[in-house]
């Protein structure tokens, strides 16, 4: 593939071709919106793109990606421009925007809606919870549905209803040589297996059809604070009760310092704490029968017991990732969580060749546990791309931060957090690898599933058209 960051001049691309019966817009460094549309939620993120393409609809993007595939340009594709390392933004290639096409159109009768692929997660949930319906989603809203779904799709609904790559009935695509393809069980279902937790690797899908499900309007969430000296028992218990939570349960943990929130009294604000608790979509005092188990370690310091509707739940943490701070992660799934993995989960990375970023324990990253099984367990290992099925939970390793010059130090204690755990890890999640690179990409897959992706890249994308994300190399490209 021929990097394009030596392209200065958009005429040498031929770009009046690409203009003629393209409804979008396309920008040049120099238009309006330019700058803006190059931005992505990691303010870490600086590229230039030669051009963006704002694409309209499905024939745009089949114009922009031939194009693009033509010139050796570098192709990105951006939805919602979560990916932490925002490979969607090509520094001097094409970054096809799908900001435009963000339509969803809901049956309530039937319990489908139809998706358009720069549709974000609160679109989504907006349209279909006027009929108290909903798929699984993720956890802040304005993540795009695209590069979730594609991925796998883990949501507070996936324990109950599995992840949203399960309940995709069909998809819409444009493949790497600009043709315009339906992938469903009947249609290309060898792309329909490969697009449910492969990634991006495939095309570029602008139309998903999910199901929706009866869910309700309300939601409950728990948690309970504790000081890292009574933690572990307290995270014990939590892992007790994992394997036979109700499948509207969502059980979660966290290991950071607090901020100034108002569920705290002023004494526990920007202290090192613990939390463990859920998340129940459904009737709120159905939820709060969990509780009681959850306590029996001990009581907490403080805790947060609140009742909210969906929409406010898949809002809750939007702030809290807003776009404009400096981000980086590190992921693992664990299939058991030993005692010395609880440990490992509450040092946040102190100790681990190193320790604070500046000795303040803020500047540690924090952690969190979200729990799988029920229905994503269910799913047949065979039926999608997406791996470990068989996760107890899911963890993270997440710092953030405003400041420039902490980058190489909030990077390293993610990384040292990271490699505390990795000694319990199972795999990894692939829409939580950053820059792990082909060693990533083998511990999100099985070898088998691993081949038969390369055999779909083969079929689908022999170019490497679509590299730009965590990449299915073809066959011709050697050993990882």
Same mark, same amino acid.
């Given at each position: 593939?021929?990097?394009?960051?030596?392209?200065?001049?958009?005429?040498?691309? =031929?770009?009046?071709?690409?203009?003629?019966?393209?409804?979008?817009?396309?920008?040049?460094?120099?238009?309006?919106?330019?700058?803006?549309?190059?931005?992505?939620?990691?303010?870490?993120?600086?590229?230039?793109?030669?051009?963006?393409?704002?694409?309209?609809?499905?024939?745009?993007?089949?114009?922009?990606?031939?194009?693009?595939?033509?010139?050796?340009?570098?192709?990105?594709?951006?939805?919602?421009?979560?990916?932490?390392?925002?490979?969607?933004?090509?520094?001097?290639?094409?970054?096809?925007?799908?900001?435009?096409?963000?339509?969803?159109?809901?049956?309530?009768?039937?319990?489908?809606?139809?998706?358009?692929?720069?549709?974000?997660?609160?679109?989504?949930?907006?349209?279909?919870?006027?009929?108290?319906?909903?798929?699984?989603?993720?956890?802040?809203?304005?993540?795009?549905?695209?590069?979730?779904?594609?991925?796998?799709?883990?949501?507070?609904?996936?324990?109950?209803?599995?992840?949203?790559?399960?309940?995709?009935? +069909?998809?819409?695509?444009?493949?790497?040589?600009?043709?315009?393809?339906?992938?469903?069980?009947?249609?290309?279902?060898?792309?329909?297996?490969?697009?449910?937790?492969?990634?991006?690797?495939?095309?570029?899908?602008?139309?998903?059809?999910?199901?929706?499900?009866?869910?309700?309007?309300?939601?409950?969430?728990?948690?309970?604070?504790?000081?890292?000296?009574?933690?572990?028992?307290?995270?014990?218990?939590?892992?007790?009760?994992?394997?036979?939570?109700?499948?509207?349960?969502?059980?979660?943990?966290?290991?950071?310092?607090?901020?100034?929130?108002?569920?705290?009294?002023?004494?526990?604000?920007?202290?090192?704490?613990?939390?463990?608790?859920?998340?129940?979509?459904?009737?709120?005092?159905?939820?709060?029968?969990?509780?009681?188990?959850?306590?029996?370690?001990?009581?907490?310091?403080?805790?947060?017991?609140?009742?909210?509707?969906?929409?406010?739940?898949?809002?809750?943490?939007?702030?809290?990732?807003?776009? =404009?701070?400096?981000?980086?992660?590190?992921?693992?799934?664990? +299939?058991?969580?030993?005692?010395?993995?609880?440990?490992?989960?509450?040092?946040?990375?102190?100790?681990?060749?190193?320790?604070?970023?500046?000795?303040?324990?803020?500047?540690?990253?924090?952690?969190?546990?979200?729990?799988?099984?029920?229905?994503?367990?269910?799913?047949?290992?065979?039926?999608?791309?997406?791996?470990?099925?068989?996760?107890?939970?899911?963890?993270?390793?997440?710092?953030?931060?405003?400041?420039?010059?902490?980058?190489?130090?909030?990077?390293?204690?993610?990384?040292?957090?990271?490699?505390?755990?990795?000694?319990?890890?199972?795999?990894?999640?692939?829409?939580?690898?950053?820059?792990?690179?082909?060693? =990533?990409?083998?511990?999100?897959?099985?070898?088998?599933?691993?081949?038969?992706?390369?055999?779909?890249?083969?079929?689908?994308?022999?170019?490497?058209?679509?590299?730009?994300?965590?990449?299915?190399?073809?066959?011709?490209?050697?050993?990882?």
């Amino acid at each position: 593939m021929t990097q394009a960051a030596n392209v200065t001049n958009a005429d040498h691309l =031929g770009l009046a071709a690409l203009r003629r019966g393209f409804a979008g817009q396309l920008l040049l460094p120099s238009a309006d919106g330019y700058q803006s549309a190059r931005r992505v939620w990691n303010a870490m993120v600086d590229k230039q793109p030669t051009v963006i393409a704002r694409c309209a609809s499905p024939a745009d993007v089949a114009a922009a990606v031939r194009f693009g595939a033509e010139r050796g340009l570098d192709v990105g594709v951006r939805c919602g421009g979560h990916s932490v390392l925002g490979v969607s933004v090509p520094a001097g290639g094409l970054l096809v925007d799908l900001s435009l096409l963000q339509s969803v159109r809901v049956d309530p009768d039937r319990r489908r809606a139809w998706v358009q692929g720069g549709a974000l997660l609160g679109n989504l949930d907006r349209a279909a919870q006027p009929f108290g319906l909903a798929t699984t989603a993720g956890n802040v809203s304005h993540t795009g549905v695209g590069g979730l779904t594609l991925g796998g799709g883990m949501g507070w609904l996936a324990r109950r209803l599995a992840l949203a790559c399960d309940n995709v009935t +069909r998809f819409q695509v444009v493949t790497a040589a600009g043709e315009l393809l339906h992938a469903s069980q009947s249609e290309h279902p060898d792309l329909y297996w490969g697009l449910r937790g492969g990634g991006g690797n495939f095309g570029v899908v602008t139309e998903f059809e999910f199901r929706l499900h009866p869910v309700g309007q309300a939601a409950l969430l728990v948690d309970l604070f504790y000081s890292p000296e009574d933690a572990p028992r307290n995270l014990r218990r939590w892992r007790d009760l994992l394997p036979d939570a109700p499948r509207q349960a969502t059980l979660t943990a966290w290991a950071g310092t607090s901020g100034r929130w108002p569920f705290l009294s002023p004494a526990l604000h920007n202290r090192p704490l613990a939390s463990v608790g859920y998340v129940w979509v459904g009737e709120p005092d159905q939820g709060r029968k969990l509780l009681p188990a959850l306590r029996d370690a001990g009581p907490p310091l403080a805790q947060r017991v609140q009742k909210l509707s969906y929409l406010e739940l898949q809002r809750i943490d939007d702030d809290r990732q807003r776009h =404009g701070l400096r981000r980086y992660w590190q992921g693992h799934f664990l +299939r058991e969580l030993a005692d010395q993995a609880i440990e490992a989960f509450l040092s946040r990375g102190a100790g681990q060749g190193g320790g604070r970023v500046d000795g303040d324990p803020g500047s540690l990253p924090s952690g969190s546990l979200q729990g799988y099984g029920g229905a994503i367990a269910a799913v047949g290992d065979d039926d999608t791309a997406f791996a470990h099925r068989d996760a107890l939970v899911e963890f993270v390793a997440a710092a953030s931060w405003a400041d420039a010059a902490e980058d190489q130090a909030r990077m390293a204690a993610a990384r040292r957090y990271g490699a505390a755990v990795a000694p319990f890890a199972s795999g990894v999640y692939v829409n939580a690898l950053t820059d792990e690179g082909a060693g =990533g990409v083998r511990r999100a897959y099985s070898p088998g599933k691993l081949a038969r992706l390369v055999a779909l890249k083969d079929r689908y994308d022999p170019g490497n058209v679509f590299h730009l994300n965590h990449n299915i190399r073809p066959s011709w490209a050697g050993p990882r």
